[in-house]
């Protein structure tokens, strides 16, 4: 399906949104934006095969909003109707219906900051404005309440690290990660750079003030690191702060020897990541991992007071609703603390996305329902969610917390409320103004290599993005 408008701004959300309905070659639209004073028009020339159809949807932009949210408010107008049109002629829903993007709950949110609806009214306005089916619109709201703590202030950060190296490459994963075995001559020279990009990060948080709220390592797997090699870099982030999280979410990376070390530098939660426990599905995504290797790298963290969260996804290659179901069990049966389950996202740039054979998403959403149905009865909150293009049906990646063991960094991050400053190769630095209500992003280069040779220009660049 193509879509084409005569408003370039309106063009990649026009099209992500007709691509969630699903492929359909034969369909052509037009769309053209009208106006005269206050009053719109979206104009629609849709067509298919031989047949052609004009639709139009008119509509009053109040103009005491400020130019800002008038923009705002007649994109999200031109989006409606395009889903009102195609859902009529296809007759197809979607669960987040016109909502497009990442991050529904800071739509939600900004709704209500921006005085357009009471909290009260969320799933009310989600279902009847935007067409979110009513489990979802429920799920934004609950969402919204378990997010406690935050923290608008352009004072507070949080701190990214990002280690771009993997054991091996998974079948779904499309960041761009570099296998330990084709960049280990470089990691320590990689190490050495992004300790020097550090530096400079440290001079300019003692310069505009920050507060570092919380620490988050990702990558790839930082864990595939030697322990020596975690202790140089976790020696350098002594920041008095409650929150450090590092992602270990291959489990055959993990070692007591490395867990020590990150123990050691007060790091307070880990992922470990199963994805699924049937091991026919792990040898098919390319994860070499086994079962023993989860509970045991489980236990090691467990005896050491870590935090722990355990990633699954739904819909992986071969897998159908009852191998879901068990590998949902067998997580709970193991309880960990936090439990994000994600939605499989077909991802350009992923070995996934030329060999789709065996991805049935015909169980897709009973998998997602059945998921948020046992952690519900078994004690679990969702506290955070966004989504991805190209996810089965349009679905969502949930996070789930137990007692009072949510992670602020993933609430911070998908809410947009604090500054982050990135540092290492592909990391993206984000800097928040809430006063005015803008931001602004800066990314480092994403190879290895590229960042190792052109380091002190991303230097130079931190420096003038934080001036």
Partial sequence: MKVTTNREEYQTELQDLCKLFGTYDDISINHIEQSAGENYMDKFELERGMEKKTFAYSYRLDQTLSPLRQKSYRKRMVKNHLYSLLSKELNITLPWGSLTGVRPTKFARDLVANGEIK?????????????????????????????????????????????????????????????????????????????????????????????????????????????????????????PVDEITVECGRPDTITAEKLDVLKKHHVTRLSINPQTFCEATLKRIGRKQKNTQVLEAYTLALERDFIVNMDVIAGLPGEKLGVFKRTMNTL?????????????????????????????DRDIVKMIDYSEKVLAENGYKPYYLYRQKNQLKGLENVGYYRDNFSCMFNIESMEETNTVIGVGAGAISKRIFNIEKRIEREANVKFIDDYIARIDEMIEKKKEFYK
Avoid: W
């Fill in 119 to 239: 909290e009260y009214l969320i799933p009310e306005i989600l279902t009847k404005d935007y067409f979110v089916s009513p489990e979802r619109a429920k799920l934004v709201a609950k969402i919204i309440k378990n997010q406690k703590g935050i923290i608008q202030n352009d004072n507070m950060i949080d701190l990214y690290i990002n280690i771009p190296i993997c054991p091996s490459r998974c079948l779904y994963c499309s960041f761009i990660s570099s296998e330990i075995s084709f960049v280990q001559d470089r990691v320590e020279t990689y190490i050495d750079c992004l300790l020097k990009e550090l530096a400079c990060v440290k001079e300019i948080i003692k310069h505009k003030s920050y507060i570092v709220r919380n620490i988050y390592m990702g990558g790839g797997t930082p864990s595939v690191l030697s322990a020596q090699q975690l202790d140089r870099i976790l020696s350098e982030l002594n920041f």
């Fill in 332 to 360: 709970l049966e193991l309880f960990p603390h936090n439990i994000t389950v994600h939605t499989l996202s077909v991802k350009n740039g992923a070995l996934l996305r030329d060999n789709q054979e065996g991805i049935d």
